[in-house]
């Protein structure tokens, strides 16, 4: 099984631009979430699917984030306008019932906004 | 709502010593408890779990215990090695309904080993 798997591993782009990450889970959950880790808040969960289905976006900072699930094996959070104060690692992780409550995390996005 | 608290990193440690990392949670009902590891570059890896009260959920040598009566969910290990330096996060999940799997996480603590 390849995991679950990130593109791209590293992302530098200037403020105002629009930044799309991608997320491929693992084939056969149907869990999906979004993390953000920082120095300063740590390990943040922005939004997470069952189903391709959004459950809880609470955790989205703000209009300029959003997600989708088109299909089972693909997600992507975008930022638009990208702030420098969204540099962070954006982390994806999938997991299922039969996992029991196991997350499966990718390697992660390093974004830096400048 | 739910939270976790870590011990303060960072935690240096020389091999061979005795590992013990903080951790206790705040929640409604009756949680899982797990500890993640994630080592430098990249994502994180569950190390152990326990479900219910007085559970003890052990990998690689660590081990912690499920404590309700104190909210508390150590993560220790007898004899570290140069190869446990990474962050340790310790997370919570209210399993159940539409919840499921969504986990807390604490603010993860540094454990650096040196030969």
């Known amino acids: 099984d390849a995991g679950v798997i990130q593109s791209p591993r590293h992302e530098v782009t200037e403020m105002g631009q629009e930044v799309t990450l991608r997320c491929k889970p693992i084939s056969g959950h149907d869990y999906l979430f979004w993390y953000r880790q920082t120095m300063m808040r740590g390990l943040e969960l922005l939004i997470y699917?069952?189903?391709?289905?959004?459950?809880?976006d609470s955790g989205m900072p703000e209009d300029r984030f959003s997600a989708k699930m088109p299909n089972a094996s693909f997600s992507t959070l975008k930022i638009q306008p990208s702030e420098p104060r969204d540099s962070a690692v954006y982390f994806c992780a999938s997991s299922s019932r039969a996992t029991n409550e196991k997350l499966f995390f990718g390697s992660g996005t390093q974004l830096s906004v400048l | 709502g739910n939270s976790v608290t870590q011990m303060e990193g960072p935690v240096t440690l020389s091999e061979e010593a005795f590992l013990t990392i903080n951790c206790t949670y705040t929640?409604?009902?009756?949680?899982?408890l797990f500890w993640y590891v994630q080592y430098p570059g990249e994502g994180l890896q569950l190390l152990l779990k326990?479900?219910?009260?007085?559970d003890k959920g052990s990998n690689k040598g660590f081990e912690a215990t499920y404590r309700k009566e104190t909210t508390s969910f150590h993560l220790e290990k007898g004899s570290v090695q140069v190869s446990d330096s990474a962050v340790y996060f310790c997370a919570l999940s209210n399993a159940g309904g539409t919840s499921y799997g969504k986990l807390t996480f604490g603010q993860g603590t540094i454990l650096t080993v040196h030969p």
């Open positions: 699917f069952n189903n391709n289905v959004p459950i809880d």
């Open positions: 326990a479900t219910k009260a007085d």
């Open positions: 929640a409604t009902g009756y949680p899982s």
